[in-house]
């Protein structure tokens, strides 16, 4: 009776190991995840992962915040002005994470320099009351101007038309480049990996993805997969995002104000961005590359590998008669450096971030949609929980809500 007991105990416990061994295969202490894209969302999602205890390897084709990414360029505003109360808190986490970067690797990341948005009379104004609830909310510092009250301030501005101004002096640009490679480099001095190489798919097989295939010929196999490419997701999984996810082309400007006139340079002027029939935004004078401005409207259709990336006389234009309408003493100013880039949108301008409905183990992340820079933090925290399991899919990133 003993001996039976003994060996059906035995084999009970070799049975549970067996299990055991099964669920620790399906699920494993140290998870290796690929990360395939190197900009703000990817990145930040790896260094997540990684700080999770994840294994991670990250993957981009031309490097952080190279120039035809949509994380690539010299500046980014972050600001939590808007009419959301989720992108408001996602702004106040992601300027803790930007500053505490900025202090922990000993490189300037986040410049607080303020931001100062404009109203033109009748319009935005649900915008204004929305956003400065929210941000009242959260507690976010920040100031209401009326237009009288702005053009005093800002004499450098022509106000006309404008009829309220909201400031926020915890808010400013992040120093785009410079904090992509910062994030990838913390990856690697943390024990993660990086790989310089472009990455496509592999096959789904019963519900997962086996691998991706990369430039060097080689299959990368890893236990759970985040997407995070930008401009390239929709081409990567076009059956799932075609439709969901557009490329847009859009033009940025640098004019060179007079030597030594401080009015057009921080502090003199804050960031800024002008809520009219079409929103202009700019950053003046950071890091010494002349005043920043640029149309936020969506441009026409493109290609992020191939295009040129030259601004169109149209565009220059355009940019000359605001500039010359909004600050009338740069009228005429000379044009010293320009740039093409690129938004990934959706039609709601929200993001996503979720899992592919044919592979369990895949995440497709994107759609920062002109505004995602800045929430490259928060967002890479939200999906590295979401990927780890600690966390459901928020319904408001989700691909559901397309139909």
Known sequence: MRRRTFIGSLLATSLSALMSGRANARKPERPHIAVIGAGAFGGWTALHLLRRGARVTAIDAWGPGNSRASSGGETRVIRHCYSSSRYVRMAQRSVELWTQASEDWGRPLFEDSGVLFMRQDGLGEDFFEHAVRHMREAGVPHEELTGAELAR?????????????IYEPTAGYLLARRACAAVIDELVALGGEYRMASARPGSISSGEMTGVELSDGKTLRADQYVFACGPWLATLFPSILANRLSVSRQEVFFFGYPGGDRRY?????????????????????????????????H????????????????????????????????????????????????????????RHPGAENVWLLGGGSGHGFKHGPALGELAAAQVMGSQPVDPAFGLARFG
Do not use: H
């Open 265 to 297: 340079a921080m502090p003199a002027l804050p960031v800024w961005a002008d809520l009219g029939e079409r929103f202009w935004y700019g950053i003046p004078g950071a890091q010494r590359r002349g005043f920043k401005i640029a149309d936020d409207t």
């Open 299 to 354: 441009g026409p259709a493109f290609d992020p590998t191939m295009s040129q990336r030259r601004v169109t006389e149209e565009g220059l234009r355009s940019a000359r008669a605001y500039l010359a309408r909004r600050f009338p003493d740069l009228e005429g100013a000379p044009l010293l450096e320009s740039r093409v880039c690129q938004y990934t949108n959706t039609a709601d301008a929200d993001f996503i971030v979720d």
């Open 153 to 165: 301030r800002y004499p450098q501005i022509d106000a006309e038309n404008v009829v309220a101004g």
